[in-house]
T-cell receptor, first 113, second 113 residues
Framework: EAQVTQNPRYLITVTGKKLTVTCSQN?????MSWYRQDPGLGLRQIYY???????DKGDVPEGYKVSRKEKRNFPLILESPSPNQTSLYFC????FGGGEKLFFGSGTQLSVL | GESVGLHLPTLSVQEGDNSIINCAYS??????FIWYKQESGKGPQFIID?????DKRQGQRVTVLLNKTVKHLSLQIAATQPGDSAVYFC????????????FGPGTSLSVIP
């Protein structure tokens, strides 16, 4: 089944404790992206990747890192999480990017205390 | 700045009626306009898209209308069903490989049985 898999689904952590949210897609998509979703603000892009080893900042990249060492995986790293990073995070992928149909994961609800 | 917004944050319709969800955008340099549906606890799911050189596109029970003169986009859902209850996002994309998709804040559709 074609899908984007994120883990974990829920995560509670404390300020400053490094964490990684994993994302994997099985559709051989070139493009992958991370979004955060906050009430009243819709989906805002954090980082995106056009291919292996090619990443770029979205609208809200501060406090986040990503890597794309393999085509299927695109982990999101919070080196030193802060409470303002409490949010619902979604990973998404599409064949080539640029507005094409995005496939989303089920989301990761992160709480930073 | 560039924005994609929706006219109403919430919409309630009677089961069986038609629903119309509206969206306005500010940037004319877009190749695609896309509608996504997000059910509670899930990631957004692609519904339908329309290229900027089209005025109308129809899918199964959904129709998207694009008015480039007034920069307005709408999603019409025919014979609305309880399963249509969700948050609907409009988004715009460009075919330029490294550009990003911009999402609006979403309209929450509630279907009254």
């Amino acid at each position: 089944e074609a899908q984007v898999t994120q883990n974990p689904r829920y995560l509670i952590t404390v300020t400053g404790k490094k964490l990684t949210v994993t994302c994997s897609q099985n559709m051989n998509h070139e493009y992958m992206s991370w979004y955060r979703q906050d009430p009243g603000l819709g989906l805002r892009q954090i980082y995106y990747s056009m291919n292996v080893e090619v990443t770029d900042k979205g609208d809200v990249p501060e406090g986040y890192k990503v890597s794309r060492k393999e085509k299927r995986n695109f982990p999101l790293i919070l080196e030193s999480p802060s409470p303002n990073q409490t949010s619902l995070y979604f990973c998404a992928s599409s064949l080539f990017g640029g507005g094409e149909k995005l496939f989303f994961g089920s989301g990761t609800q992160l709480s930073v205390l | 700045g560039e924005s994609v917004g929706l006219h109403l944050p919430t919409l309630s319709v009677q089961e069986g009626d038609n629903s119309i969800i509206n969206c306005a955008y500010s940037n004319s340099a877009s190749d695609y306009f896309i509608w996504y549906k997000q059910e509670s606890g899930k990631g957004p799911q692609f519904i339908i898209d329309i290229r900027s050189n089209m005025d109308k596109r129809q899918g199964q029970r959904v129709t998207v209308l694009l008015n480039k003169t007034v920069k307005h986009l709408s999603l019409q859902i025919a014979a609305t069903q309880p399963g249509d209850s969700a948050v609907y996002f409009c988004a715009r994309g460009r075919k330029t490989s490294y550009d990003k998709v911009i999402f609006g804040p979403g309209t929450s559709l509630s279907v009254i049985p």
